[in-house]
Nanobody, 115 residues
Framework: QVQLVESGGGLVQAGGSLRLSCAAS????????MGWYRQVPGEQREWVAH???????VSAGSLKGRFTISRDNAKNTVYLQMNSLKPEDTAIYYC?????????WGQGTQVTVSS
């Protein structure tokens, strides 16, 4: 059974930082494309960043380099380092693992940025 468990969300002031974690079981994250997405209630889920099995990383241009995705193969965990947070970054952040036709989602973690 595949499980992706996000953690690290919370309340932070604008300008602050958070690091989200996505701990995986049932899959090997280094063999998957692992991504982070976010969603504001009532809006579409938005892609944030991903890291491929070959360690290629890419993030949404709108973030202007504030967010960085990384992976710890020994811990089978993917991270999202978020710096210079803004109120508009407030959302539920989800982790996703993809390989071929297999797609797995975590339950999400809430990030709230106060002004």
């Amino acid at each position: 059974q595949v499980q992706l468990v996000e953690s690290g969300g919370g309340l932070v002031q604008a300008g602050g930082s958070l690091r989200l974690s996505c701990a995986a079981s049932g899959i090997i994250v280094s063999a998957y494309t692992m991504g982070w997405y976010r969603q504001v209630p009532g809006e579409q889920r938005e892609w944030v960043a991903h890291i491929t099995s070959s360690n290629f990383t890419v993030s949404a241009g709108s973030l202007k380099g504030r967010f960085t995705i990384s992976r710890d193969n020994a811990k089978n965990t993917v991270y999202l380092q978020m710096n210079s947070l803004k109120p508009e970054d407030t959302a539920i952040y989800y982790c996703k693992g993809s390989s071929g036709s297999n797609n797995y989602w975590g339950q999400g973690t809430q990030v709230t940025v106060s002004s």
